[in-house]
């Protein structure tokens, strides 16, 4: 039995290597989808390339107008972040939160054992946000649900050439429940450049909202994401109006487990 437990314990960290050889160094498309009612995605992952990028669960570039949204519905084992672009989202939940969420603004829920929300558009116009999914340890997963809204990220602006906003990192107000040492930054790059170095073992991409960039001889444009190798250098060269987000996180090595809106 014992022989059992650590072959099946060896699989699954040379199979997490192995997808991890697999993701880095290339460059991968959002997928097009619908969710909610009406509510217009690009899918980063899940996806038919691969499931999930440990600690990263599922992130969606998304798009919303009246009268689609994502009425109410129920979350476990995970948390969540939402970032608006443009625009607003209405949170309202079952555990006495009713936001309004509007660009340049996150908010995090951490769904536990169970949370009930609903998140509808802010405005008649367009509203555009990222929603990043996290696993979460496994004692967090029996937790009871928690939430935050961070109305001010920290930024850094060099001549208008690069503004850098952090989401979740060094000096944002946003924590996370995640374990993860999550690292989550918006990044607008006019013709300039920024250099990262993963730290060693790191799940790391960017995904381009806007324009295009270059790393490593490679261009990753609107729409893209790429996975950085952890443990080197990388410089990024943006274009005339290249804007992309940056995360990075420690992953858990535990098996995500999701079933639509639940991941056990």
């Known amino acids: 039995m014992l022989n059992r437990v650590v072959y ?20 991968y498309t959002a997928t097009e989808a619908m969710d909610g009612e009406g509510a217009e995605v690009l899918r980063l992952f899940p996806s038919k390339s691969f499931k999930h990028a440990d600690p990263f669960i599922l992130l969606d570039d998304f798009t919303v107008s009246p009268p689609a949204g994502f009425p109410t519905h129920e979350h476990k084992g995970f948390e969540a972040i939402t970032y ?19 660009a340049g603004q996150a908010q995090r829920f951490t769904a536990g054992n169970g949370l009930k929300h609903s998140e509808m558009p802010g ?5 555009k946000g990222l929603q990043l999914w996290l696993n979460i340890p496994t004692a967090a997963k ?83 994401f790429y996975f950085l190798e952890s443990g080197h250098m ?13 995360l990075s996180a420690m992953p858990l090595n535990q098996p995500i487990k999701q079933r639509g809106p639940y991941v056990y």
Do not use: W
């Not at 405005?123 to 509203?127: I, M, Q």
């Open 142 to 224: 029996q937790a009871a649900p928690s939430y935050q809204l961070v109305d001010s990220l920290p930024f850094q602006s060099i001549d208008d050439t690069r503004i850098v906003r952090t989401i979740v990192g060094q000096g944002s107000s946003l924590k996370v429940n995640c374990g993860c040492n999550l690292t989550y930054l918006d990044i607008e790059l006019k013709k300039d450049s920024i250099s990262f170095s993963p730290i060693a073992g790191y799940t790391s991409f960017v995904y381009v909202i806007q324009g295009g960039i270059k790393t490593n001889n490679t261009t990753i444009i609107a729409g893209e």
């Open 8 to 27: 099946s314990i060896l699989l699954f960290c040379l199979l997490s290597l192995q997808l991890a050889a697999q993701q880095t160094g290339r460059v």
């Open 84 to 102: 608006m672009i443009a625009g607003g989202f209405v949170h309202k939940d079952n555990i006495g939160n009713s936001d309004t969420i509007v």
């Open 123 to 127: 405005s008649v116009g367009t509203n």
């Open 234 to 246: 990388h410089t990024i060269i943006g274009g005339a109006d290249a804007r992309f987000v940056y």
